[in-house]
Nanobody, 117 residues
Framework: QVQLVESGGGVVQPGGSLRLSCAAS????????MSWYRQAPGRERALVAF????????DYADSVKGRFTISRDNAKNTVYLQMNSLKPEDTAVYYC??????????WGQGTQVTVSA
């Protein structure tokens, strides 16, 4: 069955960095576009970053442009989110998913990122 397992979350000070990983199994990873979403308390789940199946094209929410980088390694069935210059407003549960559409595809279980001094 399809599995997406996120890791790499934690607590970091403002200005710090984290790298999230999402290990995929149960489907042909290299043929799927992938996304990272996040959900902060009391807010809707929102798209953070998107990458096409071969990694040739990416897209980002305006709030993270220039700070976050999405990448993938199709040989390892893994998608990454490098997060730099973290801000308290980046605090959220981060999810990876297949595709871009919020209402279609498979989700991971999420990993908590907390940015706090």
């Amino acid at each position: 069955q399809v599995q997406l397992v996120e890791s790499g979350g934690g607590v970091v000070q403002p200005g710090g960095s984290l790298r999230l990983s999402c290990a995929a199994s149960g489907f042909t990873f290299s043929t799927y576009h992938m996304s990272w979403y996040r959900q902060a308390p009391g807010r809707e789940r929102a798209l953070v970053a998107f990458i096409t199946s071969a990694g040739g094209s990416t897209d980002y929410a305006d709030s993270v442009k220039g700070r976050f980088t999405i990448s993938r390694d199709n040989a390892k069935n893994t998608v990454y989110l490098q997060m730099n210059s973290l801000k308290p407003e980046d605090t959220a549960v981060y999810y990876c998913k297949t595709g871009r559409n919020r209402f279609l595809g498979y989700w991971g279980q999420g990993t908590q990122v907390t940015v706090s001094a």
